[in-house]
């Protein structure tokens, strides 16, 4: 750009651009910048979801922070982008600010049963297990069938009901994982543990 500028100057100075002429081609690229001024928005708001779907947690939560400040989201895409934001604190470990961000993901939209799980797996890892729990339930309530995340969540449950001492409970959840999928190794080698065949 600045190349440019300096080009039609050297034009502009120098003689092969005078006149008439030489405004009407001022005039076009002036309309031309101040149509890419327009532009950088929308190329800045693509720019920022990819990076909010980056596999490196901080700039995950740099791209996701950019799109909630922008304000131009829809509610359930705000709603995925909050989850991003908070499985990226997850992974970081900043429990309090992922479950800030799930229960914001889950006011958005509250029939999403992965914000549940996600939170779920936040609330274990802290050690709220109770309240994990209750967001497994949830989850697992309002999940498909069909749905992918099943039999992590049913595992997960039993994690947390294996951690809270709950044995019984976290045997029919693991087995219920191992329903849902047979090949899943962790509830397999849970149960291995607590001297249960699957």
């Given at each position: ?32 910048l101040a149509l890419m001024l327009c532009a950088p ?158």
């Open positions: 750009m600045l190349a440019l500028c300096r080009c039609l100057e050297g034009q502009l100075k120098y003689g092969s651009l005078r006149g008439d002429g030489a405004r009407e081609m001022m005039r076009r690229i002036l309309i031309g928005p929308a190329w800045a708001q693509t720019t920022n979801e990819n990076l909010c779907m980056s596999a490196d947690p901080d700039i995950k939560i740099v791209g996701c922070t950019a799109v909630i400040q922008s304000g131009q989201e829809t509610k359930a895409n705000l709603a995925v982008t909050y989850n991003n934001r908070g499985m990226a604190y997850l992974r970081k470990g900043l429990f309090d600010q992922a479950i800030t961000d799930f229960n914001r993901a889950i006011l958005l939209a509250p029939g999403d049963f992965v914000s549940y799980a996600d939170r779920g797996i936040a609330y274990k890892n802290k050690g709220l297990y109770d309240n994990a729990i209750a967001d497994y339930t949830k989850a697992i309530a309002i999940m498909p069938a069909t749905a992918s995340g099943l039999a992590p969540t049913y595992y997960n449950r039993g994690l947390a009901y294996e951690l809270k001492g709950q044995r019984d409970l976290a045997v029919a959840d693991y087995r219920a994982a191992l329903k849902i999928d047979p090949n899943f190794r962790g509830p397999t080698d849970h149960l291995k543990s607590l001297g249960v065949a699957p």
